[in-house]
């Protein structure tokens, strides 16, 4: 439910209703707004809490949430949400990039590719200490080592940190290295991990499943927001389909989409979602026309050498030149990168 209080509603009339909302055993989110403040009454839906609010002192109406999920609606929030996390700013008008390798493999090598991502214009940096892998065989991460390595990386360009967690027990300590914590594709619907996740002060970056719906992708949001972090980022990087020219499809009408059903910045990854180094540039420039409010790319200093996703990585002349397209195209639609 939205209680949505009269023009001149005051001080107390709005404190009285989210004391009033409370006892009701709903979660109350006062929204100030330019013309008038809401009260979004989050929690079970019950029959009786319309008119039990309806009568309450200064309100105009109450409205229900229709979408399923409620923190995550632009019918609770209309207006954008911007995730800082030190040199990151992504939504409401900044575009963020985030670069750098599918996963850390060596001190020299995050640091080099943190300063040569930073100098072609990326405002974070990207690299798995943990690594969800298809297969037990394939090169799991240096963990702690790995998240060390980033923390040097960032000492040494002042670049944000972004890092994948793959399960609750590490969000503390993955949280003690990282700006923001990653969720995999993998984990999506890994409702511990985004509880845990939404108890830190970490901006999430939620990676969509590659099976799940907008919706799924939403509500999984939803478990975070609703452990009182606002802090997340919503990652569309490509779903299974019958396809098999891409690794994944990415589906770029995700963005506007998303940007019409929540407040939340949208990121795209190019690299997951065509899996072909490529179709990278293209496809981040398509992003950013779609409306993207940032990116996420794979690059690495020497791909072929890579332990995780070479395939899909841009080298740095790459990376540079897909900068400058993704800077040409913003410009065109009036925003900087
Ligand atoms: C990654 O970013 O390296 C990664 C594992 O991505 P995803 O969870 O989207 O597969
Ligand atoms: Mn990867």
Redesign the pocket.
Known sequence: MIVVMEKGATKEQVEHMVQRVESLGLKAQTIVGAERTVIAAIGEKRPETRQSLESGPGVAEVVPILAPYKRASREVKPEPTQVVAGSLRMGAGAIGIIAGP?SVESLDQIVTTARAVKAAGATAL?G?AF??RTSPYSFQGLKETGLKHLAAAREATGLAVVT?VISPEDVELVAHYADVL?I???NMQNYRLLEAVGHTKRAVLL?RGPAATMEELLLAAEYILNEGNTQVMLCE?GIRTFEAHTRFTLPLASVPYLHHKTHLPIVV?PS?GTGHTYLVPEMAAAAIAAGADGL?L?VHPDPEKAM??GYQSLNIPQFQATMDVCRRVAAALGKTI
């Open positions: 599918c990207r798995g690594k969800p994948e990653q995999g594709a993998r990676k990087r990854d997951h996420i794979e995780s996703d």
